[in-house]
């Protein structure tokens, strides 16, 4: 489908409504949802929607524009579609005792220390990288 | 019909357990831009708040998360919105690409390596464990890794949104501490070490490091994925 055959008043309307958008994106997820189904891939139907719709971005048949509002407004308000999962807590009343507390330092650590390493090695690679183009420059 | 029966209907159960879930949000994130500190952080604050109503009227998890689970459900349609960051900052990403890829490899390492060190170390053994190794990831291929490895998927999610809460709030702390240059580092932080929790903070931060925090996240789940069965060989 290209961009061209969709009427201009329908574009019109993809491009300023955040509902409508949001709906798009609902869109993507199902038809993620149902490639997994059929192809039996062993990914979640939002990453495969998210692969498609950055494809059509890519190959030119979607705009960004037709999605960004919508987008960026579920990206803003993502953190709220997690909160009713923290609430699984009230069936492992095991984890409010001493277990909880070992469980709570565990990921304290164990995350401060992932942080650290990627962004050290990130930075670090970057360093070298922006060396390398900067004395190239100057040979 | 009483206000008792009422109550027991599940259609009214959902509609008023939805509202709570949305309105302690909405009341979370005032609180949070009126004193922006770490611990009222919305994550935080509104499950809190929930828990506490659940507990106190004697609902369980699963009449809660019945009525609910949509708003669970929307995260699918909230993945596909990554494209958009990703296409916007796709220059960069082809330029950086083998960095972003070095500090993922590495971030995944830690993240496995840390869990079972620790676990080992305050004896946490068994399902508990394994449910403990996949929390850097996404819930989505947490779930699927935990359940594989012999983990319980179940706890895997808790333990991954905890990870998230917890991440999001380090990562202030661990990008306030390190002298980094780049914003490549600062958005691969969070997208390795609290996936969508720590993603939506990065957005906050800025488009840049919010577009490169989804798209390591992404990539970081895929590889855990693929590698889960590489990994389970050498921890048994």
Known sequence: MTHRSIPIQLQRLLRRNRLVQIGLLGAFWAAGEALARTTGLPLPGGIIGMVLALVLFLAGGLKVASMKRGANWMLAEMLLFFVPAVLALLDHRELFGLLGL?????????TTAVMCVTALTVDICYRWTERDDSSSAVA | MTAAALWREPLAQAA????????????AKRLHRRWPRWWLMPLAVAPALLMIAALALNVSYRDYIRGTHWLVALLGPATVAFAVPIYEQRALIRRRWPLLLAGMVAGSLTAVATSWALAYVLGIDGELRLSLLPRSISTPF????SGEIGGS?????????????????VGDIVLARLPLRSTLAKGALFGVGAHGAGTARAHQIGRE???????????????NVALAPLIVQFMR
């Open chain 1, 102 to 110: 070992k469980i709570f330092a565990l990921i304290i650590v164990s």
């Open chain 2, 16 to 27: 008023v357990w939805s509202l709570a879930t949305i309105l302690l949000y909405l009341l």
């Open chain 2, 142 to 145: 947490a779930m699927e890794i």
């Open chain 2, 153 to 169: 998927p179940d706890l895997t999610a808790v333990f991954v949104v905890l990870t998230g809460i917890i991440g999001a709030a």
């Open chain 2, 209 to 223: 490091e919010g577009a490169i925090a989804g798209l390591v996240m992404v990539l970081v789940g895929l590889m």
